[in-house]
């Protein structure tokens, strides 16, 4: 079984990622394959020096993050731009990924932008929202990354809004005032569920 695994910034995706793993799925997360691509001397390097310039390569030869995501979460153009080089390569890497896992195994996908690509609701087969208020969200994130506010603010405005999300949900864990144990009993709950219906392959 294939399930993609989304939600907002900070809404909790890669701590139900890393439950969802702790029970045997396999995970394919593509935040981690964007980070590695746009490592020093990775695939999308010379694509993104050529489009963005020395502006955004950092000292090390990689990307400079902060100086991405305060261009492209400023300008929808950029940011097209910016996806436009890195997503056919997190989808190449993303299917290679799948293709070496077990033909058995249960497959998370973590794609932050899943509601807003028709091609992913296409690639999995259930829909796991992980919602949290955009209060938690910010909070969240400002105690994780220590971004500003704004900087937060400016990544949400980017993304589909709570009840878009929902609407495309096979499941909702809504990650508001729950513990991680809570958390953690969540996540079981619906991988007996599905997994009750997957047929062994
Ligand atoms: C803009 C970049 C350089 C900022 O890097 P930074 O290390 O500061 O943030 P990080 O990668 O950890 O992303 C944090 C969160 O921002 C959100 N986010 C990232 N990219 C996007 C995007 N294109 N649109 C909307 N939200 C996004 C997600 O919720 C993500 O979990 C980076 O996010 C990036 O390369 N984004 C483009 C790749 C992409 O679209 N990734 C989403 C997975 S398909
Ligand atoms: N139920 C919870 N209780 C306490 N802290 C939580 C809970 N859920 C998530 N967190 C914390 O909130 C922060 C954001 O969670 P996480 O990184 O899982 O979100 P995310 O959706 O993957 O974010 P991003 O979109 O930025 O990748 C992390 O520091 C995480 O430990």
Known sequence: MRIGLTGGIGSGKSTVAALLVARGAVLVDTDAIARAIAQPGGAAMPALAAAFGADVIATDGGLDRARMREIVFADTGAKRRLEAILHPLIGAICEQQAAAAE???TLVFDVPLLVESQRWRAIVDRVLVVDATEATQLRRVMARSGW???AVRAVMAQ??????RRAAADAVIFNENLSLDELSTEVDSLWHH????VQPG
């Open 159 to 164: 993304q589909a809004p709570r009840n878009a």
């Open 194 to 197: 599905w997994g009750s219906h």
């Open 103 to 105: 033909p058995t195994a």
């Open 148 to 150: 500003s506010a704004d």
